[in-house]
């Protein structure tokens, strides 16, 4: 059986923090802020899998209450997030995002972000998908305040 999921995310952009989206370091002169290195497309993609698992989400698995998750690279948690749902008997099996920020540019990076999120989640790379948009300038999005991210999954129960 195939079930779906999904997962959102949204972080401040910040002056001194490094930008890191799917595992990525985009150079940029503000960075995501947060508990964590505040990548908002494995947080959403993690959201994803684990809502189509039923099994929680990101903040419970890895509670920002808790010190050990400071810092935390969000691909290893990820990882952590898939190995917990395969241990449910799921097998995460596609994945469609989107980015949403007013930028910089994210399309050359976006071949490196779908390899290790493969490698992370082990979706097939052709069946991992990443869309960048900007919010048309409007809203927090639109002044340059932070980034979103949306994300669906699908698991099949094995
Ligand atoms: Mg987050």
Same mark, same amino acid.
């Given at each position: 059986m195939i079930r779906a999921g999904i997962g959102y995310d949204s972080h401040r952009l910040v002056v001194g923090r490094p930008l890191i989206l799917g595992g990525q370091r985009i150079p940029h002169d503000r960075g995501l802020e947060g508990h964590s290195d505040a990548d908002a497309i494995a947080h959403a993609l993690t959201d994803a899998i684990l809502g189509a698992a039923a099994m929680g989400d990101i903040g419970r698995l890895?509670?920002?209450?808790? @010190? =050990?998750? =400071? &810092?935390?690279?969000s691909m290893v948690l990820l990882r952590l997030a898939c190995e917990q749902v395969a241990g449910g008997g799921f097998t995460p099996r596609q994945a469609d995002i989107t980015v949403i920020l007013e &930028? @910089?540019?994210l399309a050359r990076f976006i071949p490196a972000m779908i390899e290790g999120l493969s490698r992370a989640t082990g979706i097939a790379a052709d069946a991992l998908s990443i869309k960048a948009k900007t919010n048309e300038g409007m809203g927090f999005i639109g002044r340059g305040e932070g980034v979103a991210v949306m994300a669906v999954a699908t698991v099949e129960s094995t």
């Open positions: 890895f509670p920002d209450s808790e @010190p =050990k998750w =400071k &810092g935390a690279d &930028g @910089p540019r």
